[in-house]
Structures are given as structure tokens and as C-alpha cells.
């Protein structure tokens, strides 16, 4: 079954402190793995995605296949990245329809 | 930048009626979506639309759905008879050909079924 499991539905920190924010997938094969963050009011967003392997906006996520894991991080949060986050995962069959983790929501306190 | 577009933003609608949400993909789009998010649950895929058909459903995309495209721009869902559990964030994405292309999403439609 290909699902997309964020653990965590809120996460709090101070701004400055590390983050880190956890998704681990199901899926037999090679999928591709996608954060999307929304911010307050605003759409749904691609963030990264594991193929890029970029930094965007100070986030970085590596994916495990080992652990089937994506997890996003980012060394030192600021209060701006406050939002919903969702990691989503792509089968490279089909139509390409996105499977989303139920979100994780990041405060980032002063 | 081009932006995936919905209307309306917010729709109100009698259980039983027939509700159409309306979607402008980006122009040179080609693979169209339709998800929803049910308040506090997960984005939950719908229906895939390209080459003017369906590619793909969901068990949720039942007999009660449908989706049409038109006039070359509008990609639209309906439902033809809202229950209650329909309340939901609907969100319309569309995205290029390619392999490595991303997905954008509109703004949302909050429907409401009461």
C-alpha cells in the first residue's frame, strides 16, 4: 500500500532552534518524495522536492530508502516558516496523482 | 506568475443539491487534479483528467462526482447530490508534461453541505 505517515501534528519551537520534521512513506518501488508547505491563508506550495536536491529557503531533505524517510530540516527555524507542511510522495506510475502525509503544523515561536 | 485558479472561494450548499467548482489550470497545462481535504484530515486525491478523460480515480470518486473541461479552459467538479460528509477544502492542481514536472495548486474551494 503506498501511504505517506507525518507522525507529528504540531511542532513548536523557538526561533533559531533546529527543526526537524519527520515523514516516512510506503511504497514498493522507487517513488519521488515532495514537501509542500502552506502558508497561513495562502496555497499549497512546493517546497522541495528529493530529485533537486536543493536548499530552499534553508530546508533540506534527504531521502532514506533504507528507512523510507524524507524528513525535512532546517538549522535554525525562523518565525516566517510557521505554516502547514506536507509531505507528499509520487508513484512513477500512472498519472502522477500526489499521496499527502496528514501535515505536520510548525510554530515558531519568538 | 501563472496561478491555478478557483472559484468560488467559499460555497454554501443545501444537502441534495448539485454543487460545480470551478478551476482555471494554468494555460499550458495538460494534467489536471482534483483533491480534497476534509477539516483536519489528510489531502485526499480525487480524480486525474488528461487528453479530455479521466486517467485516474480514487474510491472516493464515486457515481456522485464528475468532471468536465468544457471550453479549453475550465476544468470543473461536480457532485450531483452533496451529502453532508462532502464538506470539505477542495483544491484543483494542474501541471505540465514532463516527468519532473510539479504539481500547482489553486487556492481552495470550502464546501460546505449543511
Known amino acids: 500500500a503506498q501511504r505517506v505517515t507525518q507522525p507529528e501534528k504540531l511542532l513548536s519551537v523557538f526561533k533559531g532552534a533546529p527543526v526537524e520534521l519527520k515523514c516516512n512513506y510506503s511504497y514498493s518501488g522507487s517513488p519521488e518524495l515532495f514537501w509542500y508547505v502552506q502558508y497561513s491563508r495562502q496555497r499549497l506550495q512546493l517546497l522541495l522536492r528529493h530529485i533537486s536536491r536543493e536548499s530552499i529557503k534553508g530546508f533540506t531533505a534527504d531521502l532514506n530508502k533504507g528507512e523510507t524517510s524524507f524528513h525535512l530540516k532546517k538549522p535554525f527555524a525562523q518565525e516566517e516558516d510557521s505554516a502547514m507542511y506536507y509531505c507528499?510522495?509520487?508513484?512513477?506510475?500512472?498519472?502522477?496523482?500526489?499521496?499527502f502525509g496528514a501535515g505536520t503544523r510548525l510554530a515558531v515561536h519568538p | 506568475e501563472p496561478e491555478v485558479t478557483q472559484t468560488p472561494s467559499h460555497q454554501v450548499t443545501q444537502m441534495g443539491q448539485e454543487v460545480i467548482l470551478r478551476c482555471v489550470p494554468i494555460?499550458?497545462?495538460?494534467?489536471f487534479y482534483w483533491y480534497r481535504q476534509i477539516l483536519g484530515q489528510k489531502v485526499e486525491f480525487l480524480v486525474s483528467f488528461y487528453n479530455n478523460e479521466i486517467s485516474e480515480k480514487s474510491e472516493i470518486f464515486d457515481d456522485q462526482f464528475s468532471v468536465e473541461r468544457p471550453d479549453g479552459s475550465n476544468f470543473t467538479l461536480k457532485i450531483r447530490s452533496t451529502k453532508l460528509e462532502d464538506s470539505a477544502m477542495y483544491f484543483c492542481?494542474?501541471?505540465?508534461?514532463?516527468?519532473?514536472?510539479?504539481?500547482?495548486f489553486g487556492q481552495g474551494t470550502r464546501l460546505t453541505v449543511v
Open positions: 492542481a494542474s501541471r505540465d508534461t514532463g516527468e519532473d514536472t510539479e504539481a500547482f
Open positions: 494555460s499550458n497545462h495538460l494534467y
Open positions: 507528499a510522495l509520487r508513484p512513477l506510475w500512472g498519472y502522477n496523482k500526489l499521496i
